[in-house]
Antibody, heavy 117, light 107 residues
Framework: EVQLVESGGGLVQPGGSLRLSCAAS????????MNWVRQAPGKGLEWVSY????????YYADSVKGRFTISRDNAKNSLYLQMDSLRDEDTAAYYC??????????WGQGTLVTVSS | DIQMTQSPSTLSASVGDRVTITCRAS??????VAWYQQKPGKVPKLLIY???SLESGVPSRFSGSGSGTEFTLTISSLQPDDFATYYC?????????FGQGTKVEIK
């Protein structure tokens, strides 16, 4: 069974940093491209970042470019999102999502990030 | 970047109604569209991929159509479990784009 379990969310002050993690199991993690998607409270879905299966290619939404860094450790079956210079508007649930030819059938349960003073 | 414009933002309907949600892409994207259902406090659930292919386990009352720039999600006979928010998504690109969402409410 495919499982994606995020962790690392919490309350942080504006300008602060957080590192999100996503532990993958039930599939060969190194074979799959991965994404982070976020959802602000009561709002829609927003793609945040993409990473290739090897980790060599990365893309970011304009809203987070230069502040967030996606990475992965295929030996540990883990995906990460380093979030720096956090802003109020980064408050959201962050989902780890597996990338497939059919779209995104597998999502983690999400981890909540709250940016507030 | 490609934009996905979804309409309507809210839809009021009754059980048994036929419901249609539309998504328009800012440029041609072939058939690389997926549709998701999301209920409050839950993770999005994939319904349709490649514009018209039904994900395994999804009831046949859900269908998708379209190609190029205009896409639709249709629920042939709305059931109580279908009241939720629906999102379209452009994928098969390094930068996913989601529509703004359509909330289907009880009339």
């Amino acid at each position: 069974e495919v499982q994606l379990v995020e962790s690392g969310g919490g309350l942080v002050q504006p300008g602060g940093s957080l590192r999100l993690s996503c532990a993958a199991s039930g599939f060969i993690f190194s074979n799959y491209e991965m994404n982070w998607v976020r959802q602000a409270p009561g709002k829609g879905l927003e793609w945040v970042s993409y990473i290739s299966s090897s980790g060599g290619t990365k893309y970011y939404a304009d809203s987070v470019k230069g502040r967030f860094t996606i990475s992965r450790d295929n030996a540990k079956n883990s995906l990460y999102l380093q979030m720096d210079s956090l802003r109020d508007e980064d408050t959201a649930a962050y989902y780890c999502v597996r990338d497939e030819a059919v779209g995104a059938p597998y999502w983690g349960q999400g981890t909540l990030v709250t940016v507030s003073s | 970047d490609i934009q996905m414009t979804q309409s309507p933002s809210t839809l009021s309907a009754s059980v048994g109604d036929r419901v249609t949600i539309t998504c328009r892409a800012s440029q041609s994207i072939s058939n690389w569209v997926a549709w998701y259902q999301q209920k409050p406090g839950k993770v999005p659930k994939l319904l349709i991929y490649k514009a018209s292919s039904l994900e395994s386990g999804v009831p046949s009352r859900f269908s998708g159509s379209g190609s190029g720039t205009e896409f639709t999600l249709t629920i042939s006979s709305l059931q109580p479990d279908d009241f939720a928010t629906y999102y379209c998504q452009h994928y098969n690109t390094y930068r996913w784009t989601f529509g703004q969402g359509t909330k289907v409410e009880i009339k």
